[in-house]
């Protein structure tokens, strides 16, 4: 009833409303384009996995369709130019692993960071969503659990050759996911989604994918801290 009454509350058509969509849908637009293209990008990498880093790549290509409809339902242009800058680091940080051949990096910032962000989002933004996009995003999310499986599993199997990489990525692009919810909260926060619910999120997800691979509950607090730090 809580949850209804709030989404009650939100203006869908409201200037307001719209102009922080026009952000929030291009981030995720971006995100799953940005998925899309890593999964493909990982095949070189791990020629054995290619079937299932393309099913993976044609799921977040449908994502992307889905969420490109949200917008068009509530006549909102995304501003896909701000979505850009906004997954930038993690981009380049992806593309630097990439041509530096480090799948574990590679791995860590799409199969467990991006995709736990994502997981988090999703959750938070269903039961304020508007009707049409709750449906999609009800099914979205289901997605990627499977994609954040994909990690877990590949990584898990090779946790004791990885555990430093890991290590090192983790240190390196937690801090960035801070910086992005803190820089989306404001519009997060017009659409109904507060900031702390998806920082716990996030973190009950990501931890969760740690834990999965192979570290110990001290060394996924240690890990985790390195993204508080830059909060």
């Known amino acids: 009833m809580q949850e209804l009454a709030l989404r009650s509350e939100l203006d869908f058509n409201s200037e307001t409303y719209k102009d922080a969509y026009s952000r929030i849908n291009a981030i995720v637009i971006e995100g799953e384009q940005e998925a899309y293209q890593n999964y493909l990008d990982m095949v070189h990498m791990l020629p054995k996995n290619k079937d299932e880093l393309v099913r993976l790549s044609k799921m977040e290509n449908r994502h992307k369709t889905g969420f490109q409809a949200c917008g068009k339902n509530l006549n909102v242009i995304p501003d896909m130019q701000y979505a850009k800058e906004f997954f930038s680091q993690l981009h380049e940080n992806f593309q630097i692993a990439k041509n530096e051949k480090k799948v574990v990096t590679c791995l860590l910032i799409q199969a467990l960071i991006i995709e736990a962000f ?3 989002a999703y959750n938070i933004y269903i039961p304020v969503a508007d009707p049409f996009a709750r449906k999609i995003t009800e099914n979205v999310v289901k997605d990627e659990y499977k994609h954040l499986n994909f990690g877990e599993v590949w990584l898990g199997e090779n946790f004791e050759s990885s555990k430093i990489e890991l290590e090192e990525a983790n240190k390196t692009n937690l801090p960035i ?4 919810l803190n ?8 659409l109904g989604m507060e900031k702390e619910a998806l920082v716990e999120d ?3 997800s990501y931890g969760e994918a740690l834990g999965n691979i192979g570290f110990s509950t001290r060394e996924i607090m240690r890990m985790s ?4 730090r830059a909060s």
Do not use: R
Not at 177 to 180: F, N, Y
Not at 183 to 189: I, K, T
């Open 118 to 120: 994502a997981i988090a």
């Open 177 to 180: 996911v801070w910086k992005m």
């Open 183 to 190: 820089e989306v909260e404001q519009d997060a926060s017009i």
């Open 202 to 204: 996030f973190m009950i």
């Open 225 to 228: 801290s390195h993204g508080l």
